[in-house]
């Protein structure tokens, strides 16, 4: 595959990833990430998928911009950042109804238990690993595992008609 078509089919996921963590829109953090993709191509082993590949290059890519930007307090945004996290069953179909469904989705994550809200946050909207977030909360990678394994049967069942 070339690099123009590398660019294309992952361009809006690169936009995205980079905005949730950002929360702007940054065309030279989407830049920064293809070019991170095209020095190092030839480093890429094939155990993951491609396109995981490049998402871990732009969440670290995103990471350091905050990191550098100085970004310390993130815990008293979850709410703002919550209202961003997209139902990846949106369709044309259900636009009318899409506000209604993240209003749900947001309000169940809310309602988590503090630890269980914790680790959903750090792990399925910041993108941290479990190593990192381990090491966020000062608590054993075991605990984190068991944490969000709790919080996504939690969040099933109270979304089950949305599933």
Do not use: H
């Amino acid at each position: 595959m070339d690099f123009k078509e590398i660019v294309k089919n992952n361009q809006n996921n690169v936009r995205n990833i980079i905005r949730l963590i950002t929360k702007e829109t940054n065309e030279d953090l989407e830049q920064e990430v293809f070019v991170k993709i095209w020095k190092n191509k030839d480093k890429y082993k094939e155990q993951g998928s491609f396109k995981s590949w490049i998402s871990t290059i732009a969440k670290n890519v995103s990471k350091d911009y905050l990191k550098s930007a100085q970004y310390k307090n993130r815990n008293s945004e979850d709410d703002e950042i919550l209202t961003t996290v997209k139902d990846k069953k949106q369709t044309p179909e259900l636009t009318l109804i899409s506000n209604d469904r993240q209003e749900r989705i947001t309000g169940a994550i809310n309602s988590l238990k503090p630890k269980f809200k914790e680790v959903v946050m750090y792990c399925e909207i910041y993108g941290y690993s479990y190593e990192e977030t381990a090491e966020k909360l000062k608590c054993p990678l075991g605990t984190v595992k068991s944490r969000l394994y709790n919080a996504k049967k939690e969040l099933a069942q109270k979304l089950e008609d949305l599933l």
